[in-house]
T-cell receptor
Framework: GAGVSQTPSNKVTEKGKYVELRCDPISGHTALYWYRQSLGQGPEFLIYFQGTGAADDSGLPNDRFFAVRPEGSVSTLKIQRTERGDSAVYLC?????????????FGAGSRLTVL | GIQVEQSPPDLILQEGANSTLRCNFSDSVNNLQWFHQNPWGQLINLFYIPSGTKQNGRLSATTVATERYSLLYISSSQTTDSGVYFC??????????FGAGTRLAVHP
C-alpha cells in the first residue's frame, strides 16, 4: 500500500483480556518495527523484524507481549492478560531494508485503552 | 544504552518567529533522524542526518557527530508547524532511541 496501515485505530478492552494489533507495512519494505508511545513521552522501541524473523526483541517489556510476522509482510502484536499500564499508542514503522540507517515510515498508530 | 536529551521541552512562538531545537546524545550514534508528530499523532520523518547540514524549505538541521548533538532550525514558523518534534538515533543499526520531544505551539 501507499503507507503503513495499522488496525484497529482504537481499541478499548478490559483488564485481563487478550488483544491483537495489526500492522500492514509499505509493500516491499523488509524491515518492520513496533514502538509504544505513552502520553507525553517519545516512542519506545519494542521489537524489530527483518523479513520473517525478529532480529531484536529486546524492547518487549515482558512475556505477555509477543509479535509475529509469518510471511515477512503483515505483523501482529499480541498482548496477553492486558494490564492498565499497557494503555498507550502502539506505533508500527517500516523501512526498505534492514537497519536504522534507513528512514522509517510510521503508521498512524493503534490507541489501546485498558480499563 | 544511549540517552537522548531534547531541549527545550516546550516552546511557544508567534507566527513568523524563528526557533532552534537541540538534541544531545550520551554516546555516538550511527544514524540520527528528526521527526514531527502532528496534533493527530502522525509521525513524519523530517531529516535523516547522521552528520552535516541539510535544508528542506523553512526547516534545516545540523548534526555535529563528534560532539554528539544535532540542531533543528525552524524559520518563519507557521501554525501548521505546531506539534511535537522528536530526534532519534541508534547505537547499532536497528532500534532508534527517541528523546522525550519538544512540544511546539505556534500562535497566529
Amino acid at each position: 500500500g501507499a503507507g503503513v496501515s495499522q488496525t484497529p485505530s482504537n481499541k478499548v478492552t478490559e483488564k485481563g483480556k487478550y488483544v491483537e494489533l495489526r500492522c500492514d507495512p509499505i509493500s516491499g519494505h523488509t524491515a518492520l518495527y513496533w514502538y509504544r508511545q505513552s502520553l507525553g513521552q517519545g516512542p519506545e522501541f519494542l521489537i524489530y523484524f527483518q523479513g520473517t524473523g525478529a532480529a531484536d526483541d529486546s524492547g518487549l517489556p515482558n512475556d505477555r507481549f509477543f509479535a509475529v510476522r509469518p510471511e515477512g509482510s503483515v505483523s501482529t502484536l499480541k498482548i496477553q492478560r492486558t494490564e492498565r499500564g499497557d494503555s498507550a499508542v502502539y506505533l508500527c514503522a517500516s523501512s526498505p531494508i534492514g537497519g536504522g540507517a534507513n528512514v522509517l515510515t510510521f503508521g498512524a498508530g493503534s490507541r489501546l485503552t485498558v480499563l | 544504552g544511549i540517552q537522548v536529551e531534547q531541549s527545550p521541552p516546550d516552546l511557544i512562538l508567534q507566527e513568523g518567529a524563528n526557533s532552534t531545537l537541540r538534541c544531545n546524545f550520551s554516546d555516538s550514534v550511527n544514524n540520527l533522524q528528526w521527526f514531527h508528530q502532528n496534533p493527530w499523532g502522525q509521525l513524519i520523518n523530517l531529516f535523516y542526518i547522521p552528520s552535516g547540514t541539510k535544508q528542506n524549505g523553512r526547516l534545516s538541521a545540523t548534526t555535529v557527530a563528534t560532539e554528539r548533538y544535532s540542531l533543528l532550525y525552524i524559520s518563519s514558523s507557521q501554525t501548521t508547524d505546531s506539534g511535537v518534534y522528536f530526534c532519534a538515533g541508534s547505537g547499532g543499526y536497528n532500534k532508534l532511541i527517541f528523546g522525550a520531544g519538544t512540544r511546539l505551539a505556534v500562535h497566529p
